[in-house]
């Protein structure tokens, strides 16, 4: 599921209502920074822990220097989904230790109830 449904007719403008818009706020999963996800991509040796995949289709580019690869993979990211280990509705956390990345698919499969771990044994 992408989002939360609003409960019934709730409105952000009735007063009674606005504890339930603050903690529906607080809810929303944060846009995770390119350089954290480069970070956590690296830690993965660039592949997908659930097909063992290549993150990024052409991952193979050797650019002339660091800055250049950044630049490109930074413009593959809509491919790739961050990944809670430990769900945040179950108390995980943001922290990079509760974190991999994923191809944008493999996440949809894994949500979808195929949880099985795909990566090359």
């Known amino acids: 599921m992408r989002h939360v449904l609003v409960r019934g007719n709730a409105?952000?403008?009735d007063p009674d209502l606005a504890e339930y818009w603050q903690k529906r706020a607080l809810k929303k999963l944060?846009?995770?920074?390119?350089k954290r996800l480069l970070s956590l991509a690296a830690k993965q040796k660039g592949l997908c822990p659930r097909c063992g995949l290549d993150l990024v289709e052409g991952a193979g580019y050797d650019p002339?220097?660091?800055?250049?690869?950044a630049e490109w993979f930074t413009?593959?990211?809509?491919l790739i989904h961050t990944h809670h280990i430990t769900y945040r509705s179950k108390g995980g956390s943001d922290h990079p230790s509760n974190l991999v990345v994923l191809?944008?698919?493999?996440?949809?499969?894994?949500?979808?109830g195929d949880h099985r771990q795909r990566a090359a044994e």
């Open 64 to 69: 002339d220097d660091v800055r250049g690869w």
């Open 103 to 112: 191809h944008t698919e493999c996440h949809r499969q894994h949500h979808a």
């Open 11 to 13: 409105s952000k403008d």
């Open 30 to 34: 944060p846009e995770i920074e390119p």
């Open 75 to 78: 413009a593959k990211l809509r």
